[in-house]
């Protein structure tokens, strides 16, 4: 679990302390850096290239401030929170205020939400965000109240995501945006972005590689149809039905479906902990295993996301194929076979865990969601892994984040090779996840 080790001497790679900070010093930036990324209330990624407040990194980013300031992580989660449509719907980014470095804004969102937000979702955490600030609070009457406050709007984000991306109850929810599923460049999305038609697309300037090294970045042929897709929905008004019935993109994966469903699970905790009823939450969670158990390859020995519009498995593996076991999903042999492979993968890569198969072709080192290591799938993949009971393996994924970090400071990602740092830099969440792998000094 989370906070129970500190790096190992003879795992692999080199040791913290062989080289650059120690954990101390390392704490100490990370807090500078969640301080620094603090714009009155919410945090952003980093500054520049992400200059709002992003849905699932708002989650990360509160358990790094429940290291250092418990009331600053609960705000976090309200400032998100703010964000939230009448409808139960939880938009990716919440424009709390102007900035023009960043493309698209709102104006090209066009929604009607006062803070202006986009109008696609992100990975669901809030359950497993909350629960774990309510399990560690110091201040637990001011965690008590929170969690209260907070379990209603988050009910509704989950009945909003199951409703409206799995009308017909199959237990596989979708996205309908690349940027929805938090991986936003994976090759996951290859096939099913390929046949996207590029309509309505003004011209536009991209900001971000402004900001990164467009090698670092997705390609244009993606950006055309992300803004296709972002056109599209804008046109419907962002009516949910609408947008899932005629989006020509609509994809499960394993990840996406993985965070949800470990999400219930603790929503159905804090649900019973709160005296709520419990009886919508785990149809949630049993309809979810159904589906999950669906994406299972026994030939492959693994989850394969799946094309809904083609009803295909997608070929690929990326990290987040390894999220069923944050869920709880897999069975003993089936979470064997996975750890089975997540090793494999780390005799072929010097730092765990690459956001794509590092045999695949489409494997690319230093681009995104590619080949990067990302702190935050690490800690989801340790978590699961530790509950299966694979104790070494999860030390060496919590390991290789914490080397990482140390030695190339506290970037958006990391090249699995040479460890360098890529992306943004001063990213909130790699500091938060830092301040929560890595005990006090
Ligand atoms: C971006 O702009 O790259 C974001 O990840 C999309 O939300």
Redesign the pocket.
């Known amino acids: 679990m989370a906070g129970d080790h500190g790096p190992k001497a003879g795992d692999h790679g080199p040791r913290a302390g062989d080289h650059g900070p120690t954990p101390g010093d390392s704490r100490a930036a990370a807090a500078r850096i969640l301080r620094e990324n603090d714009r009155g209330g919410f945090n952003v990624p980093t500054p520049g290239?992400?200059p709002f407040q992003?849905l699932w990194d708002s989650g990360f980013t509160a358990l790094g401030w429940a290291e250092l300031d418990e009331p600053r992580a609960w705000q976090e989660l309200e400032t998100v929170f703010l964000g939230q449509w009448p409808d139960g719907m939880l938009p990716?980014?919440v424009f709390h205020r102007p900035d023009p470095g960043?493309?698209?804004g709102p104006d090209v969102w066009g929604t009607s939400h006062d803070p202006p937000t986009?109008g696609i979702t992100?990975p669901h955490v809030f359950g497993t965000i909350v629960r774990r600030l309510l399990e560690t609070a110091r201040d637990r009457e001011l965690a008590g109240r929170q969690a209260r406050g907070l379990f209603p709007r988050i009910l509704a984000a989950h009945r909003w995501i199951h409703r409206h991306r799995d009308p017909h109850d199959t237990g596989l929810v979708a996205v309908v945006h690349p940027?929805e599923g938090g991986e936003?460049n994976s090759p996951l999305w290859d096939g099913a972005l390929a046949r996207v038609p590029i309509e309505n697309l003004a011209p536009y300037t991209r900001r971000?590689t402004g900001h990164v090294d467009a090698s670092q970045?997705?390609t244009s042929h993606e950006y055309d149809r992300?803004l296709s897709l972002v056109a599209r929905f804008r046109a419907l008004g962002y009516e949910p039905d609408a947008v899932y019935q005629t989006s020509p993109f609509r994809v499960a994966t394993a990840g996406f479906n993985s965070i949800l469903q470990r999400s219930d699970r603790d929503l159905m905790w804090l649900a019973s902990s709160l005296g709520e009823p419990t009886a919508e939450i785990e149809a949630w969670i049993e309809r979810g295993r159904t589906g999950l158990g669906s994406l299972w390859d026994e030939r492959a020995g693994a989850y394969r996301s799946r094309d809904l519009v083609t009803g295909e498995a997608i070929e690929v593996m990326t990290s987040s194929s390894f999220l069923p076991l944050f869920a709880g999903v897999p069975d003993g042999e089936q979470a064997g076979r996975l750890a089975a492979r997540i090793r494999e993968w780390g005799e072929r890569v010097r730092y765990l865990v690459p956001s794509t198969d590092p045999q695949s072709a489409a494997f690319e080192p230093r681009r995104y969601w590619r080949g990067p290591v990302w702190s935050v799938v690490n800690w989801m993949i340790a978590i699961g892994l530790e509950e299966y009971g694979f104790h070494e393996l999860a030390s060496r994924v919590r390991h290789d984040t914490l080397a990482l970090i140390e030695q190339a400071g506290f970037a958006e990602y990391f090249e699995p090779n040479t460890g360098e740092g890529l992306g943004g830099g001063s990213f909130s969440w790699t500091a938060a996840i830092l301040l929560n792998l890595s005990p006090p000094a």
């Open positions: 290239l992400y992003w990716h980014i960043y493309f698209p986009s992100q940027w936003d971000d970045r997705p992300y």
